[in-house]
């Protein structure tokens, strides 16, 4: 009963499989050898953008913080929602990458900003002196940290605001792969058509050990990416077991298949709890993280039953506490049904 | 015939396998997991030095980076030789983890420095006022970048030189374990007993897919560590595959093994090449990594027949050309006499 | 009608004078001249504070981000109101100087903290894993953006409050000597006595040219700001002419007196403006600045007429809108009362 | 006596009337008042340059590290010979303003560079993977920190040596009007004539209270200096002082009289310690700045007797010591005779 978090499962039996494959005699190192290729051109293939720049690093994190590095000089900020993981959960990463870039955080009730709380950030600072510091990129997620999927419109709207005001529009697709099975579109449909220009593409909470591939749209800032990402020290010498990853990740859409599979886990564990009439969902649980509240006695008999999941408040006593539960690609119906008999 | 480099060689099967392992459903992320601990417990046994800060990452630029980072103030200066990795290939990584420290050269005619090099480019800097730069850590790297290695008592005179001016010792130990078997001493007296500070405890050119250790002898920089590294995008989730590729290292001594394997493979070579008599070999190949010097012509037959070296000049035309030639741990006597024969 | 800024008057005549008087033959430069010696005895003596660490630079973001970087670390955050300079007016200068570090946002609806705003952003982030930004200092301003003057005990009361989370306090006194002069009480009671760790204590708005003081009561802290302030350019090599403004500005209380004298004139402009139906005051107007609400067809005849002053909503159109109104220590009744004439 | 530094002078009394004359009622803050504007245009007009952009900063670290900035990417190097300023004497302020580029020393064994002490520097780094830094701009000295003044055929051997593999070319003219005297040149001839991209104008160094112009001859630089310039914490809220000391300097070329005083004053230095015989010159003085070796003894009389000058070696005991001279505007004959009486 795992539900802490999608880091948390084990890689794929293929992608093991995989490195064993990839390990055998030489290869140039570095990003050079022919699985990276391979990769880059499926890639651009599935992302229907043949001219993209494609780079894998090892964690969400540094994908994160050098593409926007890439896209914010140091006295610009970057528009984020408050919950988003660039704000909350890297330790000042972005910050650290752009060389002291702010974060400017927009207003998002459930998860995700609108063009109008993005125009409401955005606009005191368009056209202003030295005095502030200057609007750069704006930076989504999808899959939101509230279990929310951003609607492709609705990207479309946040990016055409961006757009219009001349900035540059950055996902944080950790998720990516459980945003695009619970929407049914295609990549390009959940990036560049939307107006995306720079995404990472998260395989690590998605069945990976750990690689992110890095793409931007525009082919120019590939260098720029490759030099931030040694300096970074994020430049793989074994650089072929990162490939290894991605190609069996892209192979038969194990990426898709391994993300539906966690939605569908999730779908089953909503379906459960909204049964219950004890149990409050908070938000729309539209991939693989459900929100919900419950009495504290269930938090603590399923933390001693042994369930693994982040209770948000304290559970001693009386009352109601909320929890955050999220499914990967590796949970089982078992699983599942165990953890709701606890609650029930 | 992979003579290129020993981070282009294949992980050794026992870590394949310790992943295979390691991929059995939920586990901890970020370095919480129980693996990490037998391989902190462990790793304090090995440098017999029970207090020691001991942190993984995935590549040696961000091992170096993050160690200096937390030793260096930005307005310091880390004294280093002219070929060392963190000056030559690491694209400014100690500058930008230091937050724009300087890195000054120490002399070092066969790629070490000594206590009077050293003092020659600290002494200069000692007691300076606020217009200059501040005298800070001193690196050192063994199997140094041309293929020597310090011996212990050198090692220990250049870091009594350091802590006689107040400065620490960091070792960039990316071939650590090459070094500590070409002196057939303990970890312990390769590091602390002579004065090191912190190192890394290098992997990836040995035997790993990627993962180098970090070790501080002053457990109290343990905290900073972690938040740059963290900062720095070098917190993995997964952290379990880190620590699984630790742990079959240090099993049953797998990375001494590995380590005199590819010592014994440049020993062959090197015992071939003085052999032949067009054949100039240029520094002491104390471990896996010889620089020599030979025909250019022959240069050509070798890489026409595959053989995948540096060649450190232009070799068109005729002359004499340099070879950088590295073993790594799979090397094979059919490879190494195979190339030899090419070279005869 | 100058309402514009404080920092649009003249310097005080007495303080040209001491340029003058200063420009005599040669003197050591970078700081070790006499009159420094002078300052820094003298501001010890004002703050009561016999070992503090003092130190001049030529403009109050240098004042602010240098002392800040010199309290912060990277992956720390500085607690600040929305409306503070270093989070609105410095192009992020406290990021940079600190190396990335982060500003977070207290609620101050008057402009001011409370020891509960205050806990309701710190407690979230307090011992917090790696993942996060660590808590930093606490960074107060007084006289506010807002006009407002921090009780005493309300800065004790919140100083108190960071004390107790292990936060340190800064005091961003660009108006130091207004909020003195409105409050009546020592410099000290407004610095140390109230918690303050390390503040600016501006001239450049209160009649001198550009020179504000940075006072750390640990002395330990003098030789990193010295280095910092290196780094940043901020030494100054003809240093004497800013010990000379300095030492002009204590002398027979100057800094006082010009406070005063600012203040007066804003009290004087206050009441003129509370006279006048269609006037609105907005927030209370402790110190110089005042904001209020008039008009817009008044904001047009003042402009009009030449009279200096932001009008902070567009002043086209019906309806009122709002203005700031600052004064400095040159402001004369007479222009005072000609701007109300105007508004009248 | 004062031969330490040409920063130790005095200001001209006309900069301290200017001052004085600019203290007058309100300004416009920031740089945007009408004195600012005349600046602008009369420094175009001396350096023929129409379209460059001009900004004024109160120190040489300041206006060396923000132009360079404006230059240089994080991952860049600058080469500047050993002794250059930006590497010795500004505690990495061009390390932190440019994120954290490095400085990569080019031989000059006079104090200037030669296109072939560059080449050698320069071409290493060309073409080079991600793992090196990456070539930067090219920073000249003149005055040299030797004393040497660059001949205007040499700088532009120079800067066509950088312009020919892409570098940009950045003059630190901290002494530009006593190399601008020494040479009978004009401005443009020095700078952008000759290859120069961006230059310092100095004038703290020749008769002002603290004022550099930094000039981009390629205008579409400006706004970003203006950024970092704010960032920095070096742009003056009463910027009117800085225009008003440049404008002082520029009428009737006072800057020009200032520095051919200076360079008469060491002139005639030379001439009387060339009619020595215990004493020796060390280097071209070619401008304000002598360098020289003579009797310990005489060092001693001349700092007993209350000359202030920089002895290079320890000076008790027996033999020579070397001193370095430095004559500023103010320099009477009268001081130089009773200097070089003391060493007869």
């Not at 005001?165 to 945003?179: E, I, M, P, S, T």
């Not at 995404?199 to 069945?207: E, H, Q, R």
Request: overall charge negative; glycine content about 8%; hydrophobic content about 45%.
């Amino acid at each position: 009963m795992y539900f802490a978090s999608d880091n948390a499962g084990p890689a794929h039996p293929r992608v093991i499989e995989a490195l064993a494959a990839a390990n055998d005699g030489y290869a140039m190192p570095y990003g050079v050898d022919a699985s990276m290729e391979r990769v880059r051109d499926r890639l651009r293939e599935i992302f229907e953008a043949p001219e993209a720049s494609v780079h894998l690093v090892a964690t969400g994190t540094a994908a994160n913080a050098l593409a926007l590095a890439c896209m914010t000089r140091p006295w610009e900020t970057v528009f984020c929602t408050r919950m988003a993981h660039i704000e909350e959960d890297e330790c000042g990463a972005p910050e650290f990458y752009t060389g002291g870039a702010k974060l400017t955080l927009v207003d998002a009730p459930d998860g995700m900003m609108t063009p109008d709380t993005l125009a409401a950030a955005v606009d005191p600072l368009m056209g202003r002196a030295v005095h502030n510091v200057q609007p750069g990129p704006v930076s989504l997620t999808t899959v939101t940290e509230r279990g929310s999927v951003y609607p492709l419109d609705r990207i479309a709207a946040v990016a055409d605001a961006a757009r219009a005001r001349g900035l540059k529009v950055h996902l944080d697709g950790a998720r990516f792969a459980n945003a695009c099975a619970a929407l049914g579109c295609t990549p390009a449909e959940l990036s560049w058509r939307a107006g995306i220009d720079a995404l990472s593409f998260g395989g690590t909470k998605n069945g990976l050990l750990g690689v992110e591939a890095v793409i931007f749209f525009d082919p120019a800032v590939a260098r720029e990416f490759e030099l931030r990402r040694k300096r970074g020290g994020h430049l793989f010498s074994k650089h072929r077991y990162l490939s290894a990853q991605m190609e069996a990740y892209l192979a038969d859409d194990l990426w898709l298949t391994m993300a539906r599979s966690a939605n569908a886990a999730c779908a089953r564990l909503v379906a459960g709890l909204s049964r219950l009439d004890h149990v409050t969902l908070l938000h729309p649980a539209d991939a693989n993280i459900v929100f919900c509240r419950f009495p504290r006695a269930l938090h603590r008999r399923a933390h001693e039953a042994g369930a693994a999941f982040y209770s948000l408040d304290p559970i001693e006593g009386e009352g109601d506490a909320r929890a955050r539960l999220v499914c990967d690609w590796s949970a089982s119906d078992e699983n599942t049904d165990r953890f709701l008999s606890l609650l029930a």
